[in-house]
């Protein structure tokens, strides 16, 4: 399984951008898709989960309200619309995904994602 992530760039606080990940299989295959995030000297975070047999989306506190994931099957591709982008969001965004099928409380879990994509970079400048 293959994942590139993209859209990642350089932007204004507020501003908005709509990150991709392109999945090199159908995403119906899978359990879920998620988006985690590394910035500058901490560890990797959950961002945000879709869940494909129900489409259950999960969110972490700090981006509920200003992010939200969506899916093309068709295109076998994920998303990651994000506005109201704070300095805080600079980080190196990563699409995941596994065949699992995952309960909602592991959604947001690093370790019940078993495909990793190589990583956007995002930066917001005040």
């Known amino acids: 399984v293959q994942l590139q992530a993209s859209g990642g760039g350089l932007v204004q606080a507020n501003d908005s951008l709509r990150l991709s990940c392109a999945v090199s299989e159908s995403t119906l295959n899978f359990g879920a898709i998620a988006w985690f995030r590394q910035a500058p000297g901490k560890e990797r975070e959950a961002v945000a989960s879709m869940r494909t047999r129900d489409n259950a989306r999960s969110y972490a506190a700090s981006v509920r309200g200003r992010f939200t994931m969506a899916r093309d099957n068709a295109k076998n591709m994920a998303f990651l619309q994000m506005s109201g982008l704070k300095t805080e969001d600079t980080a190196v965004y990563y699409c995941?995904?596994?065949?699992?099928?995952?309960?909602?409380?592991?959604?947001?879990?690093?370790?019940?994602?078993?495909?990793w994509g190589q990583g956007t970079q995002v930066t917001v400048s005040s």
């Open positions: 995941a995904t596994t065949y699992s099928r995952l309960i909602t409380s592991s959604l947001l879990v690093e370790s019940s994602y078993a495909f």
